[in-house]
């Protein structure tokens, strides 16, 4: 089965750019896309195909899928950016998500 | 605005059955599939299956084949997901979410979940 596999964690500072990687098998002829999580809440979509953005989802969020790497980059972090982030693919009428990266803003 | 509204918490013992509810308000409700997503405490996002609300066709995951039955009710713009044969692993918070019209699947709405405790 497919799988994708994000790095637990990652720690930037405030103001800093923040660069989380998703891993999968040419994972870049698919669309990939992620959310953000919360404690307590329910995930939000904050990328979608590879590097779209919903709307009300701000400017310092960005997405890029190439090769075997999705990645989503958050430029100057905010306190308000720590989360939980997922990644998440289609691969054969499945829907695979990543295991999920802790964001830490310190 | 949309909204997906989930049923309440639910309780019960190792090999029942649970049927959780996602009432949709705000936009079409056949026009976008519903998706279950399930998380277990401190665990990552696992996704169960999808339904297309408008045929009734629907996809579940491998591992749920054969558990897992998901419906819904037009009338009422009401998706349903019933799990069974429970055991203490189904012990999670789901989660129903609608799939963005594009040629990805992406889930640009999600319920509130649902707590669902399996224990004897």
């Known amino acids: 089965s497919y799988e994708l596999t994000q790095p637990p964690s990652v720690s930037v500072s405030p103001g800093q750019t923040a660069s989380i990687t998703c891993s999968g098998d040419?994972?870049?002829?698919?669309?990939a896309c992620w959310y953000q999580q919360k404690p307590g809440q329910s995930p939000v979509l904050v990328i979608y195909?590879?590097?779209k953005r919903p709307s009300g989802i701000p400017e310092r969020f960005s997405g890029s899928n190439s090769g075997n790497t999705a990645t989503l980059t958050i430029s100057g972090t905010q306190a308000m950016d720590e989360a939980d982030y997922y990644c998440?693919?289609?691969?054969?009428?499945?829907?695979?998500f990543g295991g999920g990266t802790k964001l830490t803003v310190l | 605005q949309v909204q997906l509204v989930q049923s309440g918490a639910e309780v019960k013992k190792p090999g029942a059955s649970v049927k959780v509810s996602c009432k949709a308000s705000?936009?079409?409700?056949?026009?976008?599939?519903i998706n279950w997503v399930r998380q277990a405490t401190g665990q990552g996002l696992e996704w169960m299956g999808w339904?297309?609300?408008?045929?009734?066709?629907?996809g579940y995951a491998q591992k749920f084949q054969g558990r897992v039955t998901m419906t819904r009710n037009t009338s009422i713009s009401t998706a349903y997901m019933e799990l069974s044969s429970l055991r203490s692993e189904d012990t999670a918070v789901y989660y129903c979410?609608?799939?963005?019209?594009?040629?990805?699947?992406?889930?640009?709405?999600w319920g509130q979940g649902t707590l669902v405790t399996v224990s004897s």
């Open positions: 195909q590879d590097s």
């Open positions: 705000g936009y079409t409700f056949t026009s976008y599939d």
């Open positions: 339904m297309n609300p408008n045929s009734g066709n629907t």
């Open positions: 040419k994972l870049g002829d698919k669309y």
């Open positions: 979410a609608r799939d963005l019209p594009a040629a990805a699947v992406d889930f640009d709405y």
């Open positions: 998440q693919a289609w691969d054969n009428n499945t829907v695979v």
